[in-house]
T-cell receptor, first 112, second 113 residues
Framework: DAKTTQPNSMESNEEEPVHLPCNHSTISGTDYIHWYRQLPSQGPEYVIHGLTSNVNNRMASLAIAEDRKSSTLILHRATLRDAAVYYCILRDVISGTYKYIFGTGTRLKVLA | EAQVTQNPRYLITVTGKKLTVTCSQNMNHEYMSWYRQDPGLGLRQIYYSMNVEVTDKGDVPEGYKVSRKEKRNFPLILESPSPNQTSLYFC????????????FGPGTRLTVT
């Protein structure tokens, strides 16, 4: 299974953009990049996913490098509610890999 | 309201006493999964099920059993719990095995003494 590497922690000021990096140098051509986040005392929640092109939704944007060996989750204006652990995971939904491998994620601290 | 429910939310038990943690979803999802979360180790998948009567091992299945007799339920069974199974457990479901979005339950905090 392809692995991802994320920084253990990051800090951001409230109302400023946050760029959360993820390295996945062994990504295969059919691996989708998924992001989940886990707020304190809650289960994880889906944020966004992508394959090759940059993606936007109401929660965040996902920027994928041209060689797909890295990606960045962008929170455009961090709020205190965005303080959470963010997980970057790969899933090959075409060849039929049904496991999820979450790793330890990046703990984002948002400063008021 | 679409949701994944788990019971109990908190459980303290003793070594060797069989227990079951229930998981139920009301979204008609095919794929269901169990995870455990431990400090420093992140979320690790225990078992998953792609549909009724279809289950498979995740990364840390030792000491656990599951069953999927109905689509909506996916109980996690610890036949003989040990202290190293003290953890926070999450159940999750998604539309299919290849779906992009998993929905997680609120978690069950288990302590085995």
């Amino acid at each position: 299974d392809a692995k991802t590497t994320q920084p253990n922690s990051m800090e951001s000021n409230e109302e400023e953009p946050v760029h959360l990096p993820c390295n996945h140098s062994t990504i295969s051509g059919t691996d989708y990049i998924h992001w989940y986040r886990q707020l304190p005392s809650q289960g994880p929640e889906y944020v966004i996913h992508g394959l090759t092109s940059n993606v936007n939704n109401r929660m965040a944007s996902l920027a994928i490098a041209e060689d797909r060996k890295s990606s960045t989750l962008i929170l455009h204006r961090a709020t205190l509610r965005d303080a959470a652990v963010y997980y970057c995971i790969l899933r090959d939904v075409i060849s039929g890999t049904y496991k999820y491998i979450f790793g330890t994620g990046t703990r984002l601290k948002v400063l008021a | 309201e679409a949701q994944v429910t788990q019971n109990p939310r908190y459980l303290i038990t003793v070594t060797g006493k069989k227990l079951t943690v229930t998981c139920s979803q009301n979204m008609n999802h095919e794929y269901m999964s169990w995870y455990r979360q431990d400090p420093g180790l992140g979320l690790r998948q225990i078992y998953y099920s792609m549909n009724v009567e279809v289950t498979d091992k995740g990364d840390v299945p030792e000491g656990y059993k599951v069953s999927r007799k109905e689509k909506r339920n996916f109980p996690l069974i610890l036949e003989s719990p040990s202290p190293n199974q003290t953890s926070l457990y999450f159940c999750a479901s998604s539309l299919g095995a290849q779906a992009y979005e998993q929905y997680f339950g609120p978690g069950t905090r288990l302590t085995v003494t």
